[in-house]
């Protein structure tokens, strides 16, 4: 629990539920102090409820001057760590300054919440979605306790879903067509395409195809950026002919990906990449890298 009171041991105890947190379906997520916890998973335009219980020690009884639960969604930057950017900010008053002297339940309710990003844990930047009761007091310090929740939105299949085709070329050395069958994949997808080598010159002793993931954060001159290769699928090895084609079938669900994520809240940004690499006898590298789209498929529709 989190309490911000100073030094002192919390006069109360505060737990908050959700209505239907034992049927609902949970994920793990790494909280502040590096563990991890399960908590519950919500969609967009979904319906928060639950109690907020409120216990004093007994013995003991609390001056307050009202109690408050807040629906925040926020990113924060971990360069500018401890400054929270408030997408979302919901409040609902629980109760009116008093006391409290014995366990007191509030119930509370945030209706269709627009919910717009997916919460995101990134290398230099987080995107949650809390709940916070806070017990304000005049002089020795609010108490405030915290549940973390998780959102995950979902895509119907696109509509349309171009297939990538690009070429790499060394001049008179090597020519080479690549060509995958779609440009967006879902997290559970399978990329599948063809190589083909019109032009081989060079002695080539391997060829890998690399998934990235590339997190920019910031602006200007505070932007950063770190690329992360997630998966390294080898798609040949030893020289290939003129004329030889390889083919090309990559299961994305073994590895952790999420959706793209473009400009949220004018703070980061999460896109993918296929890069093709090839390695020659010298080993030295050519790179060949292509964007692409990641959405969270709608469990009822159909895999594609």
Excluded: W
Excluded at 180 to 189: A, R
């Amino acid at each position: 629990m989190n309490y911000i009171i100073g030094a002192f041991k919390p006069p109360c105890d505060i737990s908050i539920t959700f209505s239907d947190g034992r049927t609902r379906k949970q994920v793990s997520i790494k909280k502040d102090n590096g563990k991890t916890a399960m908590v519950p998973v919500f969609q967009s335009l979904e319906t928060i409820s639950g109690e907020v219980s409120i216990a004093p020690v007994p013995g003991k009884r609390i001056e307050h001057m009202g109690v408050k639960i807040e629906l925040l969604g926020q990113i924060e930057l971990y360069f500018d760590r401890g400054n929270f950017y408030d997408f979302t900010s919901l409040v609902r008053e629980l109760d009116v300054p008093g006391e409290i002297y014995e366990r007191k339940t509030y119930p509370f309710e945030f209706s269709t919440v627009e919910m717009p990003y997916e919460s995101y844990n990134g290398t230099n930047v987080r995107l949650r979605y809390i709940l916070k009761v806070t017990i304000g007091r005049n002089y020795v310090g609010n108490i405030v306790e915290y549940r973390d929740f998780c959102v995950r939105n979902y895509s119907p299949v696109p509509t349309i879903n171009n297939s990538i085709k690009m070429e790499v070329g060394i001049e008179d050395c090597l020519h080479i067509e690549f060509e995958y069958s779609k440009s967006k994949y879902h997290l559970n997808d399978v990329i599948i395409g063809k190589i083909y080598f019109l032009l081989v010159r060079i002695k080539i002793k391997n060829m890998e195809l690399e998934i990235r993931r590339r997190e920019s954060t910031g602006s200007g001159s505070n932007t950063y950026v770190e690329t992360e290769t997630l998966a390294k699928f080898e798609l040949m090895d030893g020289a290939p002919v003129r004329g030889e084609s390889i083919p090309v079938r990559l299961f994305l669900t073994p590895y952790e990906l999420t959706p793209t994520y473009r400009n949220i809240n004018n703070k980061f940004s999460v896109k993918y990449y296929l890069n093709l690499v090839l390695v020659d006898e010298e080993d030295r590298r050519y790179f060949k890298q292509q964007e692409i789209t990641m959405y969270r498929l709608l469990e009822s529709a159909p895999a594609s």
